[in-house]
């Protein structure tokens, strides 16, 4: 059996490392996965990934474009991270080089610039863009890194696809859902409200400023807003009070609107049977303020749940409005809460719109199918 090593850059749990079970769980029937995570906080990813792959562990910062993170591209954090450091670099080479893998995958887009510190490894790479292509040349360089150091390349959309036009092999391999336990946690929410819920926590990119600003704006009187995720404001240390001015003022107006809307709030934080608390709200919400990949979306689709989300050209090929979702014009939360009081207020579109999203789900999120495509393209290119 071949040996693949797959190389993520965070331990945290959430979309993107939840992929990255999916991903061992798809791959581990035919080769043996030994997947690398730092060792910061690892515990509850190592118990998702340990029964599909043997997990290891470094201890430095892996070089990384942080601008697919939301990262200001002329700040002092991108440039660190995309350098890394020499003795972080060294630690994941001769780690990945004691495994002597017959196959190497990089499984975010973010990785893309280890290509060249791996290039003497003797084993076939690739690499899997998780992340929507932003239209700049920072996208440029990284299709070029990508072209350069990489034998293939998975996309998890036909967008990127399209875009980027390889000069390597590329296959499409679509995000998908597999649940883990059985989930039957219960939440204390009110049946009687029309629950709107929205995961991704405080991060600028997901959009939740947006979503909170268009509670001034939505006119149904039954709606219930369920947040959930990390919402631990920048704006409690000192040292961002002083560099990131602007990102505490946003924190500060968001406090403002939660605390003064106490009885349309439930502030959830961090939940793990998400699925759970999918099927007891009404509706999901991804307002991203940038084309981002929407794995909520599909959360929701497999709960037969509707989902609106901001009207980016990048998701349409998986998500067309008023037929398995309801889009909004991006950043304008007049428009967000104008899709809200349609779905809180039409019962029937609400139930048509989850049931499409259903329908779609299980023809372009399949996980029998997206595995299939995967092993067949590595066995095709190793």
């Known amino acids: 059996m071949k040996k693949l090593v797959i190389i993520h850059h965070v331990a945290n749990v959430g979309?993107?490392?939840?992929?990255l079970v999916d991903m061992c769980k798809m791959l581990c029937s035919t080769y043996e996965v030994v997947v690398l995570i730092p060792n910061r906080n690892p515990e509850a990813l190592t118990e998702m990934l340990s029964q599909y792959a043997t997990v290891k562990y470094y201890s430095g910062v892996m070089p990384q474009i942080a601008y697919y993170s939301g990262s200001n591209t002329i700040s002092f954090g991108f440039l660190k991270t995309l350098l890394g450091k020499k003795k972080d670099i060294a630690e994941l080479v001769d780690l990945i080089t004691k495994e002597n893998p017959d196959i190497l995958l990089a499984n975010s887009i973010v990785q893309c610039v280890m290509g060249k510190h791996l290039k003497n490894i003797p084993a076939k790479k690739f690499i899997y863009i998780r992340e929507t292509f932003k239209e700049t040349k920072i996208?440029?360089?990284?299709?070029?890194?990508?072209n350069?150091?990489?034998d293939g390349v998975f996309c998890i959309s036909p967008?990127?696809?399209?875009?980027?036009k390889f000069k390597i092999p590329c296959e499409v391999v679509a995000d998908c859902f597999v649940p883990y336990k059985k989930n039957t946690s219960s939440f204390d929410l009110n049946p009687n409200k029309f629950n709107v819920l929205f995961m991704g926590g405080i991060s600028e990119i997901k959009g939740l400023s947006v979503l909170l600003d268009s509670v001034a704006y939505t006119k149904s009187e039954n709606v219930n807003y369920v947040i959930c995720g990390n919402l631990s404001y920048i704006g409690n240390s000192f040292k961002n009070r002083i560099l990131h001015g602007s990102l505490v003022k946003r924190d500060e107006r968001m406090k403002?609107?939660?605390e003064g809307n106490p009885e349309k709030m439930k502030l959830m934080g961090f939940v793990s049977d998400t699925e759970s608390l999918i099927?007891?709200?009404d509706v999901m919400v991804f307002p991203s303020t940038v084309p981002h990949q929407a794995r909520p979306a599909i959360e929701a689709g497999f709960s037969h749940k509707p989902v609106i989300m901001s009207g980016f050209k990048q998701t349409e090929c998986f998500y067309q409005h008023n037929y398995n979702c309801l889009t909004f014009k991006p950043n304008d939360p007049v428009d967000l809460a104008k899709q809200i009081d349609a779905l809180a207020s039409d019962e029937a579109l609400a139930k048509r719109i989850g049931e499409t999203n259903y329908q779609t789900c299980q023809e372009q999120?399949?996980?029998e199918l997206e595995q299939k495509k995967m092993l067949d393209f590595l066995s095709k290119h190793t």
């Open 256 to 258: 403002a609107i939660i």
């Open 15 to 19: 979309g993107g490392t939840i992929s």
């Open 159 to 164: 967008y990127e696809k399209e875009y980027a």
């Open 148 to 150: 350069q150091y990489f």
């Open 365 to 367: 999120h399949n996980f």
């Open 139 to 146: 996208s440029d360089y990284i299709i070029d890194l990508i």
């Open 279 to 281: 099927r007891q709200c």
